[in-house]
């Protein structure tokens, strides 16, 4: 794909993000866009951001388990950037009938590293020894392809479907919780929605950090020490509106708490 036609659809996502207009799938236009096209459309829509004023503050990797997957018919996971304006603390209001086009929660474990992790190569040993901390998260994604018709093209050029993100008061070693068998549940408006655990999240969430680190290194990209890695849902998808509140606890790590304005 041109230069130029990658220039041309990031603005074009970057504009349904400040209008909360949602556009037509980039992949139903009858242009061929492989991943690697789709990447740098999202960088496109990234440098916009930057140069309005954003910074990075880590990445995440989405549509990671089953459930996430089939309820968007997407079956491999995609990849994007976490900026400043993007982050809420646990118990914020969050104004996302200001912010987002279609939001839909779902709850995931945070990473913090220590040390930068530069793929490909890198191991699960290594995504460990490089973490900080692991804490609880809702992440609100958001696409801006309408009615979330989506193919991995797609939301790979919409920053991975990124929207807004919460993270929880308590942080906890990743050594001291099994990140494998951990469990979650989450809860709306006082009544349990849905439960996972960190199996849900191919297979362990760390296999997800590991992912995320060698495909961006394939492009060149490092996950760095200080960043915020979101690592994926472990329960499926949930349609937010302006007066819900959800919180989300994690066996041995934590929780975290949102209010929807």
Known sequence: MEQSRIQALGDELYQAMLSREAVEPL?????????DDAYHISLRMLERRLAD???????????????????LNVHQPDFGYLTDDMVFNSGEVMPISDRLIAPRAEGEIAFILKKDLIGPGITNADVLAATECVMPCFEIVDSRIRDWKIAIQDTVADNASCGLFVLGDQAVSPRKVDLVTCGMVVEKNGSVLSAGAGAAALGSPVNCVTWLANTLGEFGISLK???VILSGSLVPLEPVKAGDYMRVDIGGIGSASVRFA
């Not at 992949?27 to 991943?35: P, Q």
């Open 27 to 35: 992949t139903s236009r009858g242009e061929d866009i492989s991943i």
């Open 53 to 71: 004023g954003a910074s990075i503050i880590g990445k995440k990797i989405g549509v990671t388990s089953k459930a996430v997957q089939n309820m």
């Open 225 to 227: 020490a200080g960043e």
